[in-house]
């Protein structure tokens, strides 16, 4: 087919529509009678943009547009779908996704495999109950770090990308269970990696640190007031019935200035932007099934300099970096 008849319009109480494996390169608005349906399979066609007339079907839940010449998202289409829960994209020639993706508010399965994305919106974080992504062979050289706001998030496919590592707070998404990270660029994991209950963790292809000692070398700094003041904060702030806890909620600037705050490895304190990083080795082995190597750089953020004798003793860490900012 290289049309889809006007007398569709007729079929008013259908649910389910597939019209994927023909040629088709456009849809005709009287498709917008279709107000029952749920489900629309438009895979492996000729179309070069998503048809406007999606975006009066609001109870579109499960949309295939794979296998088409697809180039972007219009954003009046995104704010049309917003009982959307499963979106395939594969297949196209995508290369950004439009902030208004955010209008997705119930989806749950985001496929974007084989395009030409280089980045993420901030605004994917706003999809609070997605479950599953797959950005698999794309050309993404980092990831926002709302991506780990999405709590509900257990499987996530980022093989084939250009990723030289990932973004910090990993920790946040405590139900992923399977994450696909092969054939980037990695060198480490993100701080608190370990702790992450994965089922499945996919990462051969990439260029890890090695289990090698280096020593740092790091020039006396000598710390802001800026720093020395957030440290102070940052401290009074774990006790919740403190005043500087309590004036905080007052603050919002200054809580969002100190949301990128640290936590030394060695002496647990707080800091907010000078740090030593360094790199611990873990044997992954020891949690069947998650990987095929012994092992692992995982990254360690410290606040002040360490002795390089020390870090003999525990566990085999590794200084890479001098001071962040």
């Known amino acids: 087919m290289t049309d889809v008849p006007k007398s569709v319009a007729r079929l008013t109480t259908i649910s389910t529509l597939r019209l994927n494996n023909n040629s088709l390169t456009t849809l005709p608005v009287e498709l917008r009678t279709l107000q029952r349906l749920t489900e629309l399979n438009l895979g492996n066609n000729a179309l070069e943009e998503i048809p406007s007339v999606l975006k009066y079907l609001n109870s579109l839940k499960k949309l295939y547009l794979f296998g088409n010449h697809i180039t972007r998202l219009p954003p009046e289409v995104l704010e049309g779908l917003h009982n ?9 020639h995508i290369s950004v996704l439009p902030p208004e993706i955010k209008s997705l508010s119930n989806l749950e399965t985001l496929s974007l495999l084989d395009n030409q994305l280089e980045e993420l919106p901030v605004e994917i974080g706003f ?3 997605m479950v599953e992504i797959n950005l698999t062979n794309n050309e993404l050289g980092r990831l926002p770090k709302q991506i780990y706001s999405l709590s509900q998030l257990a499987r996530l496919y980022l093989a084939r990308n250009n990723l030289t590592e990932l973004p910090e707070g990993v920790i946040g998404l405590m139900k992923l269970r399977v994450l696909d990270v092969a054939g980037n660029r ?20 990439n260029t890890f640190v090695k289990s090698k000692l280096m020593e740092s070398v790091q020039a006396v700094e000598v710390l802001s007031l800026k720093e020395l003041s957030a440290r102070q904060i940052l401290v009074e702030d774990r006790n919740r019935f403190s005043m500087v806890h309590l004036a905080l909620s007052c603050h919002p600037g200054l809580g969002l200035l100190l949301a990128d705050r640290g936590t030394c490895a060695l002496c647990l304190q707080p800091f907010l932007t000078t740090w030593l990083e360094c790199v611990r080795f873990i044997n992954l082995r020891k949690a069947d099934g998650i990987c095929s190597f012994l092992l692992a750089a995982f990254r360690v953020q410290r606040a002040q300099l360490v002795a390089l004798s020390t870090d003999r003793q525990t566990d085999r860490q590794t200084h890479r970096v001098g001071s962040g900012s």
């Open 84 to 92: 959307l829960t499963l979106l395939n994209l594969n297949h196209n």
């Open 127 to 129: 999809l609070k109950k």
């Open 186 to 205: 990695l060198s480490m994991f993100p701080v608190d990696f370990q702790f992450l209950a994965l089922n499945e963790l996919l990462c051969e292809g």
